[in-house]
């Protein structure tokens, strides 16, 4: 069983940054793919970013790349989304998630755990 525990979110201005942590927790976090994706109000949730099990390879979506970077510390069992230039249309609630697999995707759909969540707030 993976558990995974979000912070860093909160309530930014447009154009600010935000950290995002996801800690997980056992010894398969070195294993796996991990990846953000985030729900706005009313909205379906929507794939943000993902890593692979190695840390070697990233992908993002169109409406982040550039803004948003993903990295994760073995040392720490913990994934990271650094967001900068924050817009308003990215408010929303993000989460941490597992893939039980080395390569990542970028389908909410083919994530295996996930973490309870963490509430981005941007103003314009």
Do not use: H
């Not at 720490?76 to 249309?89: A, R, W």
């Amino acid at each position: 069983q993976v558990q995974l525990v979000e912070s860093g979110g909160g309530l930014v201005q447009a154009g600010g940054s935000l950290r995002l942590s996801c800690a997980a927790s056992g010894r398969t976090f070195s294993r796996y793919a991990m990846g953000w994706l985030r729900q706005a109000p009313g909205k379906e949730r929507e794939f943000v970013a993902t890593i692979n099990w190695s840390g070697g390879s990233t992908y993002y979506a169109d409406s982040v790349k550039g803004r948003f970077t993903i990295s994760r510390d073995y040392a720490k069992n913990t994934v990271y989304l650094q967001m900068t230039s924050l817009k308003p249309e990215d408010t929303a609630v993000y989460y941490c998630a597992v893939r039980a697999s080395r390569i990542y995707s970028g389908a909410s759909r083919d994530y295996d755990y996930w973490g309870q969540g963490t509430q981005v707030t941007v103003s314009s």
